[in-house]
């Protein structure tokens, strides 16, 4: 089973501005061939039909650990195009009474890369890459041969990884940059956590292909501070009793890649701090000409209220 914290992984900073079509770029790292609905999809499913678990714990517990960040990977990426799509929120937008709808309020999305963000969906993220083409469940591999599926999630962060710079370069706002700072540290985790596994197993020193992309991470400025942290180096149980026996691959005297900061690779228990999830106020000419946002916050007060 699974447990919901209200945080994000990281805190992300406000977007400059309201810039959508940046929001379709950083889409492809969600619904892409490489984005995290495959790198969940393709974990979670393993996990469940993961074979022989108790004699392959630490095998088990590695892909079921790294299936729960993933599911916070979607949740930070969708609230990244969220922010994006809407622009830094506006204190007491959502007070606001109805407005002139003839005047055209979003005559600007009609331009926008993928208007069905709006038209559709509000300005949220949805599964689909950055044309608006739906993820889908060819993308999920699960064998129940763990050399072969371990060796496919191997690959899938090395192409999620060179999916990230790609988007990153191709961004100026601090929230698209952020997200892809994050991820490629905690990809290029990913990746060398199957190349252990792998080791494990085979022998085969299949790390020593890392990193691929060849571009150490001390170059990207929004990697920089994870790194001094130390998060290339830590991988999450996210649960707090369960997989601790990942420590069979991650650990042990295992070291950093040569080209991230030294030091030893370490497994903590439970999950990151986090940080808050963006307010995204309501839109009030969504609703027009009928919105009455008093009583809907009236309704709402009162119902925490009765929850307490």
């Known amino acids: 089973m699974f447990l919901r914290v209200d945080k994000l992984q990281i805190e992300l900073p406000p977007p400059a501005k309201q810039d959508p079509n940046a ?15 495959s790198t969940l999809g393709n974990y979670l499913f393993q996990s469940f039909n993961f074979r022989s678990k108790s ?5 088990y517990s590695l892909v079921a650990a790294i299936t729960a960040e993933e599911l916070g990977h979607v949740e930070l990426v969708s609230n990244g195009v969220a922010m994006l799509n809407n622009g830094p929120d506006v204190p007491d937008r959502d007070e606001v009474g109805p407005t002139d709808i003839t005047g055209a309020p979003f005559d600007f999305m ?43 999630n191997f690959h899938l ?10 988007v990153y370069e191709s961004l100026t706002d601090p929230t698209g940059r952020e997200v892809c700072g994050y991820l490629l540290v905690r990809g290029s985790v990913h990746a060398h956590a ?25 170059n990207i400025p929004e990697c ?31 070291e950093a890649l040569p080209d991230d900061p030294p030091g030893e690779l370490e497994v903590v228990e439970g999950m ?33 209220k009765k929850s307490r």
């Open 23 to 37: 929001a379709s770029a950083l889409q492809e790292l969600l619904g892409g061939k490489y984005g995290e609905m």
């Open 55 to 59: 004699k392959l714990r630490p095998f």
């Open 110 to 152: 009609k331009d926008q890369r993928l208007a069905a963000g709006f038209f559709s969906h509000g300005g949220g993220a949805v599964p689909v890459d950055s044309n608006g083409l739906s993820w889908n469940k060819d993308f999920v591999t699960t064998t129940g041969n763990v050399i072969f599926d371990l060796l496919h």
């Open 157 to 166: 962060e090395c192409g999620a990884r060179l999916h990230k710079l790609r």
């Open 194 to 218: 199957y190349a252990l596994a792998l080791k494990k197993i085979t022998g085969v020193e299949i790390e020593r292909m890392l990193p691929t992309p060849n571009i150490p991470l001390g």
């Open 224 to 254: 920089q501070k994870y790194l001094d942290e130390g998060s290339h180096r830590r991988l999450y149980t996210f649960s707090p009793e369960d997989y601790a026996e990942i420590r069979a691959v991650w650990g042990n005297g295992e």
């Open 272 to 304: 990151p701090d986090g940080g808050k999830i963006q307010e995204l106020v309501g839109e009030p000419s969504a609703f027009t000409p009928d919105y009455a946002p008093e009583e809907m916050f009236e309704v709402a007060t009162k119902l925490y």
